[in-house]
């Protein structure tokens, strides 16, 4: 086989092989299913959380074989099965929706998107949660008094054991990863913004 010559952005985008290929709808071979965490591991069991599961209740088992892989997976919008978030037995407000992407075989990490119009709440954190603000604008309230505000594009981080009152001005839309190891501590902030 002769040598070709070296792969570079000029001769990709060059090549015919590398045009987008048309969008056609198809189903992948892998939608995920939504998971709830058993009680005590995962932030949809709660103590007293409406609409939480154990893992007999799971639709489908445990999706360890499922999540056990090296199969890289595509979930298009379309193929996303939005259910109601679980929620405290108090809340009054209209509840809001989830989507759970990913869930280690071990619980103690997840990953998903939600959703909610409105939520005016009091929250204590019972794991560490990283969400990625995709719309909306959020009013947190630390215990300490402090206000901060986040919206498209602001990260927001909430520590296991962190306290405080969480208002949406306006409906929001986010992207979750959990962790909930008992004991565990996130390392300090050392990147660039405030803190």
Request: with cysteine; charged share 25%; proline share 10%.
């Amino acid at each position: 086989m002769p040598d070709e010559p070296p792969v570079t952005s000029t001769t990709l985008s060059a090549s015919p092989s590398m045009r987008p290929l048309p969008q056609r709808p198809c189903r992948p071979a892998f939608v995920a299913q939504r998971r709830r965490p058993l009680y005590g591991l995962g932030r949809a069991c709660y103590k007293g959380a409406v609409g939480a599961r154990t893992q007999a209740d799971r639709p489908g088992g445990t999706m360890s074989d499922e999540l056990h892989s090296t199969k890289i997976r595509v979930i298009k919008p379309e193929d996303i099965v939005w259910e109601e978030a679980a929620r405290y037995p108090e809340e009054t407000d209209p509840p809001g929706q989830e989507f759970t992407a990913a869930t280690s075989v071990d619980d103690k990490f997840s990953f998903g998107l939600w959703q909610r119009a409105v939520q005016r709440r009091y929250f204590e954190r019972p794991y560490h949660e990283i969400a990625y603000i995709l719309e909306g604008e959020v009013e947190i309230t630390c215990d300490d008094g402090e206000v901060l505000r986040a919206g498209p594009g602001d990260i927001v981080i909430t520590p296991l054991g962190s306290k405080g009152y969480w208002k949406n001005l306006s409906p929001v839309k986010k992207v979750w990863a959990v962790y909930e190891e008992q004991g565990a501590t996130l390392k300090p902030y050392i990147g660039p913004g405030k803190f």
